[in-house]
């Protein structure tokens, strides 16, 4: 009997522990506001310089640069400007809502990475670690030497195993295939049957992360900056530390505890409607883009059970501008912390050296791109420290740590011949500035 109940007393801590160990948000000892709406006047923000966003907006319509756009300030907690402008589809022409719901791609990334750096905090595992530790089938990774005319290749071996670090910072020399510069890799990659950002499919990031760990590198890990699927490895790597689905894990340690109501990898019936089509110019007409190697409907249709972690995240302005903020504030949102200030510093640290150069305007952490005082210095990109990145959709966003400021620009866009408004978004809102 005293056996039995010994037994019973340790099945309970064990249940206890891991149920102390899932919650990888917690309550802080800070309790920043959540992000609330506001005016320029009360954060040093004019509202008559914000207004030429109004004006970059229309004309940016009005000369057929894009179809329409959702753009986003925030200073200090608050939101100063949020607006949309122009149509959200190019056969129903229905108006724009600032609310709508956009496929963010690549902004996934910046997500991904803070779900991999919050079970890093749990000490689950180190980041240089080998990724084989935890996927087996990434043991031994091999470098492509040529690819033959019958479609087998030739590799060497290389010269360390990937790491977590690696596939962080875009150095483990995983490719990205259909999108991929080196027409080499794209091949291997089609005969091999990997799914390089979305998919309407039934298949899980496990299947094609196992298929995608036999093919070869761009090169050695660490030895140059490739954007690849290295996010999706990571997303799969979430599961594998967790034990939970990628989507379960986000949606329960991110978007709850932020309060990110919008955000997903596929979108209920009752929110299909807020979908922004993807539109591309035709003989000088606005239609939506048609299906290539992807389903653009892809957040609305199909098996809706692949995760990218790389690029799969649909998401309004609000919600991300919410993520972002959580960041200004060093890993904190309305009381709930997801990472420690000393974690945040982490991440924002030059972990790739001079891979882009000597002395360049920005460098890659481990989850964007930060601003150098070099970049500063060349202006309208923000103070040095701003963090930014884009996808591929044509949505961008950037948080300047001095300035406490938040700038996101979301557009669902395809093969454009011209499109200023990233780059003039970046220097109206740091010039709206008036303190």
Not at 287 to 313: C, E, H, M, W
Not at 325 to 331: D, H
Not at 339 to 347: D, E, G, P, Q, V
Request: aromatic share 10%.
């Amino acid at each position: 009997m005293k056996f039995k109940y010994a037994q019973r007393i340790l099945f309970t801590a064990v249940i206890v522990l891991n149920c102390i160990s899932s919650q990888a948000q917690t309550e802080s000892n800070q309790s920043s506001s959540a992000l609330v709406d506001g005016k320029g006047s009360e954060v040093g923000v004019s509202e008559e310089r914000l207004a030429r966003i109004d004006a970059m907006c229309l004309e940016a319509i009005e000369d057929g640069d894009i179809p329409g756009v959702v753009a986003l300030v925030a200073r200090n907690g608050k939101i100063v400007y949020h607006k949309a402008f122009g149509t959200s589809d190019a056969n129903s022409k229905r108006t724009l809502l600032k609310d709508d719901i956009f496929r963010l791609a690549s902004q996934s990334k910046a997500i991904t990475a803070t779900a991999v750096m919050m079970l890093w905090e749990e000490g689950k595992f180190q980041l240089d670690d080998p990724i084989s530790k935890y996927i087996p089938e990434f043991k031994n990774p091999q470098v492509l030497d040529s690819l033959l005319d019958d479609g087998t290749f030739l590799t060497t071996p290389a010269d360390k195993e990937i790491s977590i670090r690696h596939l962080l910072t875009h150095t483990s020399g995983i490719g990205y295939g259909v999108i991929d510069g080196d027409e080499r890799i794209k091949k291997i990659y089609e005969d091999a049957g990997i799914i390089d950002l979305f998919t309407t499919e039934k298949i899980t990031i496990a299947d094609n992360i196992k298929k995608l760990a036999a093919l070869p590198l761009h090169h050695n890990p660490g030895e140059k900056f490739t954007y690849g699927e290295s996010y999706d490895v990571l997303g799969y790597f979430i599961e594998v530390i967790s034990g939970e689905p990628f989507d379960t894990y986000l949606q329960t340690h991110v978007f709850e505890p932020l309060e990110m109501t919008n955000t997903a990898f596929y979108l209920p019936k009752s929110k299909e409607d807020r979908l922004v089509a993807v539109q591309t110019s035709e003989e000088g007409k606005w239609i939506n883009y048609p299906t290539t190697f992807y389903d653009p409907n892809y957040p609305i249709k199909g098996a809706k059970q692949f995760f990218s972690g790389g690029a799969g995240l649909s998401s309004t302005a609000e919600d991300y501008a919410r993520f972002l903020q959580m960041y200004l504030n060093n890993g904190e949102l309305n009381g709930t912390r997801l990472l420690s200030r000393t974690t945040i510093k982490t991440i924002m640290a030059n972990q790739i050296g001079d891979l882009w150069g000597e002395d360049p305007e920005a460098f890659y952490g481990l989850a964007f791109m930060v601003q150098s005082e070099k970049g500063e210095g060349s202006g309208g990109n923000g103070s040095k420290g701003t963090f930014s990145w884009g996808g591929y959709f044509n949505t961008s966003y950037f948080a300047d740590p001095e300035e406490q400021i938040i700038g996101i620009l979301l557009k669902q866009t395809q093969k454009l011949k011209s499109d200023d408004t990233r780059w003039k978004f970046s220097v109206l809102v740091g010039q709206s500035i008036d303190d």
